[in-house]
């Protein structure tokens, strides 16, 4: 079966996840020799700032909180990033030419170059002092992953309106996007638009587990859709494609204000 070609944007849990790993491999324990601000709108600091909290420091470790990324500096400064709609890092040497986009370029001294890019401009780089601080701050629901299973109950049974704006508020569960909401939805069976408040426990059980399923699972592929089990919704997120669990199609609608795929007969 010829499988639709889909380029996934917007990152999301599974998505941040592996550029923190990436990053892990890449920048820690690396002495900054210089700073570059390229984008005045994304890097909030100025370079003045930047130069003075990250030059002859170096990163000790780093965290993610749903889609927010903290770089920890070895005085407990945090280089915060969130990767709007289409941010990413890129790893060069430092001779090498520097990619497009690149909103915040930092060199180290072993001579490699590292730079977020950020091609729409809507995603945000600070320095922060306290992550559990900014989390309150910015009203940061747990993160996905570490949601126990009475806890995500206990979230549903308070929630109204459809499990899938349910699933994608980030001030309740922080992580889930439009992708992969929609793939939770579709491997439970449920459909999007179903009211939280009709869900049984039995139900809301079968979308915990699927929930940290889907998202282990992105991770272990690499979040690239091409990689996804052949029966994942990620592989053919397009209306009229056949569905990859029953011999339904694929059908789209908006739904929580947002463009959602799933299938009509196996999704109830």
């Known amino acids: 079966m010829k ?87 890129v790893f060069y040497t430092k001779y090498s030419e520097e990619p497009q986009h690149t909103s915040l370029r930092i060199d180290f001294e072993d001579e490699s170059s590292f730079s977020y890019t950020c091609v729409r401009r809507l995603g945000k780089i600070d320095l922060i002092d306290d992550i559990d601080d900014y989390i309150s701050e910015q009203s940061l629901g747990k993160d996905a992953l570490t949601y126990t299973e009475k806890e995500f109950t206990n979230f549903l049974k308070n929630k109204r309106g459809s499990i899938k704006g349910a699933l994608m508020d980030q001030n309740s569960i922080a992580g889930i996007g439009n992708i992969y909401s929609d793939e939770i939805m579709y491997q439970a069976g449920i459909h999007p638009g179903k009211r939280v408040n009709d869900l049984s426990d039995k139900v809301i059980r079968n979308i915990y587990s699927t929930m940290k399923k889907v998202l282990q699972t992105a991770i272990d592929f690499d979040a690239e859709p091409g990689k996804m089990p052949v029966n994942y919704l990620t592989r ?16 789209k609608k908006k739904i929580s204000g947002r463009s959602s795929y799933f299938c009509t007969k196996h999704q109830k």
């Not at 053919?236 to 059908?251: F, T």
């Open 236 to 251: 053919r997120r397009k209306e009229g494609e056949n569905c990859g669990i029953c011999d339904g199609k694929i059908v």
């Open 3 to 89: 499988l639709l070609k889909v380029v996934k944007v917007m990152p999301e849990l599974p998505d941040v996840e592996l550029i923190k790993r990436r990053c892990e491999g890449k920048i820690i324990n690396k002495k900054i020799e210089n700073v570059c601000r390229r984008d005045t709108k994304v890097v909030k600091p100025d370079e003045n700032v930047l130069s003075k909290n990250l030059v002859g420091h170096s990163f000790s470790k780093i965290l993610r909180h749903g889609k927010h990324m903290f770089i920890e500096l070895n005085d407990a400064t945090y280089l915060l990033m969130h990767f709007g709609m289409t941010g990413d890092v």
